[in-house]
């Protein structure tokens, strides 16, 4: 009689989005990039028909919906030809970019070649400010980018990255995207990976700002109409953790410029966890059987309090790459989360911050204070 067969393993349900890195260089210097503060080279990128082989595979795998994104993706001068892959695959493509160097003729060829959206990045509601912030001066292109999305048919949405420079400036940013016709704001609270890490001390807000902007929040949607306006909550102050991405593996992956698969975009910084590239092995054995993938799914990794927590099927112990930044342990309870024994952590950094001067973005890092006469070149 033969003997019983374990069940096979079951597959984890496909992912619907992807973030394609394209690359990480960049004409802006934004002190809370999510890129990791070591940089991939463009000598290190994916090929273009990398790409376009990435894109069929993600449309297989189940992906539906995928941000071309960076650094600045207008850099690769193949970006027409990503956008055609990704219409050929039959994904919705959603251009994340700073605006600077999005021309007519450009976006012409863009829209020629599938594009359906931009999501275009601002740093603050006025241009001296943005400009600060940014490192560079930029505010008058993302304006000139703006009204070409908007004459070009496409769907336009703001992303504001938040913190203590431009928190208290939410009438700003909103009345700013009203003005440009955009039909969706995304005001995200800094998370603090890569660079933002980096400058935490010079962008954690006070809790009096954060509640300050929610009430401007709450005051502009009951008086908006035909704009969406999304609020991504600060990752110190409410006590109680994110889920990691929708869970660690659970509806988006990661490509990286260099092709490394990531289940979260800040998880470049993970230690001892090596991540698969798209150079050695397909997406679907990367998503479904990649060690990297399935380190932190589900609940069974977890230790006490997650595993006896009621919210651990809801933020899954919160983020893994968060828990790795602050504890040097990514299967610890993520510190946000009130009943982590590293929580006091996160109550100190939220009492210490002070005027410290932003470490910009670049291949070499340079420290420049952020306010006043001192305020870097542009």
């Given at each position: 009689m033969p003997l019983p067969q374990e069940p096979a393993p079951l597959k984890p349900p496909p992912p619907w989005a992807m973030l394609a890195e394209l690359t990480h260089g960049c004409p802006l210097h934004c002190p809370y990039c999510s890129n990791p503060t070591e940089l991939i080279s463009r000598s290190r990128e994916l090929a273009t028909a990398d790409w376009e082989r990435v894109m069929a595979e993600a449309a297989e795998l189940g992906v539906v919906h995928a941000h071309l994104s960076g650094g600045e993706p207008l850099l690769r001068r193949d970006l027409v030809a990503i956008v055609e892959a990704t219409e050929r695959a039959g994904i919705y493509s959603q251009l994340v970019t700073s605006g600077v160097g999005l021309t007519e003729a450009r976006l012409a060829e863009l829209v020629a070649a599938g594009l359906h959206s931009v999501q275009l990045s601002v740093q603050a509601g006025d241009a001296a400010q943005s400009d600060r912030i940014a490192g560079k001066r930029s505010?008058?292109?993302?304006?000139?980018?703006?009204?070409?999305?908007?004459?070009?048919?496409?769907?336009?949405?703001?992303?504001?990255?938040?913190?203590?420079?431009?928190?208290?400036?939410?009438?700003?940013?909103?009345?700013?995207?009203?003005?440009?016709?955009?039909?969706?704001?995304?005001?995200?609270?800094?998370?603090?990976?890569?660079?933002?890490?980096?400058?935490?001390?010079?962008?954690?807000?006070?809790?009096?700002?954060?509640?300050?902007?929610?009430?401007?929040?709450?005051?502009?949607?009951?008086?908006?109409?035909?704009?969406?306006?999304?609020?991504?909550?600060?990752?110190?102050?409410?006590?109680?953790?994110?889920?990691?991405?929708?869970g660690w593996g659970a509806i988006s992956l990661t490509v990286g410029p260099d092709g490394s698969v990531l289940p979260c975009p800040a998880a470049y910084a993970m230690e001892g966890l090596a991540m698969p590239n798209v150079r050695d092995h397909s997406l679907r054995w990367i998503w479904e059987e990649s060690a990297a993938f399935n380190a932190y799914r589900g609940t069974e990794w977890?230790?006490?309090?997650?595993?006896?927590?009621?919210?651990?099927?809801?933020?899954?112990?919160?983020?893994?790459?968060?828990?790795?930044?602050?504890?040097?342990?990514?299967?610890?309870t993520d510190p946000a989360c009130r009943l982590s024994p590293d929580h006091q952590v996160i109550e100190e950094l939220t009492r210490s911050q002070g005027d410290v001067p932003f470490v910009y973005r670049s291949p070499r890092r340079r420290s420049v204070p952020v306010g006043g006469a001192d305020r870097p070149a542009l």
């Amino acid at each position: 009689m033969p003997l019983p067969q374990e069940p096979a393993p079951l597959k984890p349900p496909p992912p619907w989005a992807m973030l394609a890195e394209l690359t990480h260089g960049c004409p802006l210097h934004c002190p809370y990039c999510s890129n990791p503060t070591e940089l991939i080279s463009r000598s290190r990128e994916l090929a273009t028909a990398d790409w376009e082989r990435v894109m069929a595979e993600a449309a297989e795998l189940g992906v539906v919906h995928a941000h071309l994104s960076g650094g600045e993706p207008l850099l690769r001068r193949d970006l027409v030809a990503i956008v055609e892959a990704t219409e050929r695959a039959g994904i919705y493509s959603q251009l994340v970019t700073s605006g600077v160097g999005l021309t007519e003729a450009r976006l012409a060829e863009l829209v020629a070649a599938g594009l359906h959206s931009v999501q275009l990045s601002v740093q603050a509601g006025d241009a001296a400010q943005s400009d600060r912030i940014a490192g560079k001066r930029s505010f008058a292109a993302k304006e000139d980018a703006a009204a070409l999305v908007r004459q070009a048919g496409l769907a336009l949405g703001l992303n504001v990255v938040l913190h203590r420079h431009n928190l208290d400036f939410i009438d700003d940013i909103v009345a700013l995207g009203v003005s440009w016709g955009v039909e969706r704001i995304e005001l995200a609270n800094t998370q603090f990976y890569g660079w933002a890490l980096l400058n935490r001390a010079a962008l954690l807000p006070t809790r009096e700002q954060l509640a300050r902007a929610e009430e401007r929040l709450n005051h502009w949607r009951e008086r908006l109409d035909g704009i969406e306006l999304i609020w991504v909550i600060p990752d110190y102050f409410e006590g109680v953790p994110k889920p990691c991405m929708g869970g660690w593996g659970a509806i988006s992956l990661t490509v990286g410029p260099d092709g490394s698969v990531l289940p979260c975009p800040a998880a470049y910084a993970m230690e001892g966890l090596a991540m698969p590239n798209v150079r050695d092995h397909s997406l679907r054995w990367i998503w479904e059987e990649s060690a990297a993938f399935n380190a932190y799914r589900g609940t069974e990794w977890m230790r006490e309090p997650c595993v006896s927590c009621p919210r651990r099927d809801l933020d899954f112990g919160g983020c893994r790459c968060q828990a790795y930044a602050i504890t040097g342990d990514a299967a610890a309870t993520d510190p946000a989360c009130r009943l982590s024994p590293d929580h006091q952590v996160i109550e100190e950094l939220t009492r210490s911050q002070g005027d410290v001067p932003f470490v910009y973005r670049s291949p070499r890092r340079r420290s420049v204070p952020v306010g006043g006469a001192d305020r870097p070149a542009l």
